[in-house]
């Protein structure tokens, strides 16, 4: 039996607006809903055998990243002139795998740094005030090591240069928009008003498990952790209590708790019931399950 062995709630902002209640939802639907996908869907495969990444995709060096964020309203403009991408490059794994996968040009890698609309980096289509602007000047074709679910790994990345930054910005050129992704495996990624945020393991049958979930008054609710264990999957989702039917003003709750497991965890994926995706994909490595964009 899987036993809650200890919740602590916390309010957080998290819901904006309204919403409207449709009625209980049941944790068992969800779960094996999101069980039968991991292993129908494919996603199960590209976790195991693609390339998902931990780590960040973008490397800078501190002096860079203090620049960036005291000029954090600059923008970043292409202002020379830039090689062409080779197309494809290799992931390799420490283990001695590797994968083929597209890659993106520098002038993308600039775009996938950029907060700001993607046309915002070339001159011609739009000018920042005082020339408050990034400018990259040139590029070049390289790799970085970064952590994946499959162990560290050589993955092909951009080298990007700034004349007006004291360092270089490396970018992962691997293409997430042209790979399968498990994102675009699961399907559906709208976990609503009430998910499982992040995990984390305590010893190897205990997890810290921290949520979010919607409230229609403001106030804390009963909030039960709910598991279910499966020989390649763990399910984490809540049981809230139903607040009735109508319109409902929406504010965020959160919360921590910690549950037990029947046995070890071992290398089996945590998945968020609601979502059907990894726990790891929700925050803590949002590129994990695909870009940010799908």
Not at 84 to 105: F, L, T
Request: glycine share 12%; with cysteine; hydrophobic share 40%.
């Amino acid at each position: 039996m899987l036993r809650l062995v200890m919740t602590l709630l916390a309010a957080v902002p998290l819901l904006g607006g309204g919403r409207l209640l449709t009625g209980p939802r049941t944790f068992e639907e969800h779960a094996a809903q999101a069980v039968e996908t991991w292993r129908t869907s494919g996603a199960a495969e590209i976790w195991r055998d693609g390339f998902v990444p931990v780590g960040d995709l973008t490397v800078m060096p501190p002096e860079v990243r203090e620049q960036i964020e005291h000029d954090e309203e600059y923008g970043w403009v292409v202002a020379g002139p830039l090689p062409a991408s080779p197309g494809a490059g290799q992931v390799r794994w420490d283990d001695g795998s590797a994968m083929r996968v597209p890659v993106i040009g520098p002038a993308e890698a600039l775009q996938a740094v950029s907060p700001w609309p993607e046309e915002w980096i070339w001159p011609d289509r739009h000018t920042y005030p005082d020339g408050e602007a990034y400018k990259l000047t040139g590029a070049e074709f390289t790799t970085i090591r970064l952590e994946t679910v499959r162990g560290m790994a050589t993955v092909p990345a951009w080298r990007l240069h700034f004349s007006n930054l004291p360092g270089p910005i490396d970018r992962v050129a691997a293409d997430q928009e042209a790979l399968d992704t498990v994102k675009r495996a699961v399907g559906r990624h709208d976990p609503g008003d009430e998910q499982i945020m992040d995990v984390e393991a305590r010893g190897e049958r205990r997890l810290l498990v921290r949520y979010e979930y919607g409230t229609c008054n403001g106030e804390l609710l009963d909030v039960v952790l709910r598991v279910s264990e499966q020989p390649d999957v763990v399910v984490l989702g809540l049981d809230v209590p139903f607040q009735g039917d109508g319109p409902c003003a929406g504010t965020g709750m959160g919360g921590q708790g910690v549950v037990g497991l029947d046995r070890p965890l071992g290398d089996r994926v945590v998945l968020d019931a609601m979502s059907g995706l990894p726990v790891l994909c929700l925050r803590r490595a949002p590129d994990a399950c695909g870009s940010r964009n799908t």
